[in-house]
């Protein structure tokens, strides 16, 4: 026997998981989409390191690669703020790209930018 005062329990009842669930898959998505874009850029800023390293390229080959392969991958909203520096690490040459990208992040949580940089030496001949 049913008491009176349960009745639309299973309507209330599945309002609330239902919502929790929405929440739930919703944050799995916009974290997929951050890891994402993150590994993108990370990938394009190592990319064009290695682009800017090699013989006869300069810094601005590096970040003009850097920029293609982002704009490819994720959008160009994306390769807005890209930089190369030149410097040393254990006595080798080295160029250094840095991106400063926007974080796909709905909501005040977490980061609104992602900053990530590639590395490689400096190629010579002999």
């Not at 049913?2 to 799995?28: C, H, K, P, Q, Y």
């Not at 394009?44 to 690669?65: F, T």
């Not at 920029?67 to 190369?84: E, N």
């Not at 040393?88 to 949580?109: F, W």
């Amino acid at each position: 026997m049913r008491l009176a005062d349960e009745r639309g329990s299973a309507v209330a009842e599945f309002t609330m998981v239902a919502g929790l669930l929405v929440v739930l898959v919703l944050s799995v998505l916009q974290l997929s989409l951050a890891m994402h874009v993150r590994a993108t850029v990370t990938d394009a800023a190592a990319e064009g390191a290695r682009h800017a390293s090699l013989v006869g390229a300069d810094a601005a080959a590096g970040v003009d690669r850097t920029r293609a392969l982002i704009t490819t991958a994720v959008g160009a909203d994306y390769a807005q703020q890209v930089s190369a520096s030149r410097g040393a690490v254990a006595g080798l040459d080295t160029i250094e790209i840095r991106v400063l990208a926007p974080l796909p992040v709905l909501g005040l949580l977490g980061p609104s930018a992602l900053e990530v940089t590639g590395h490689a030496p400096v190629e010579t001949l002999g």
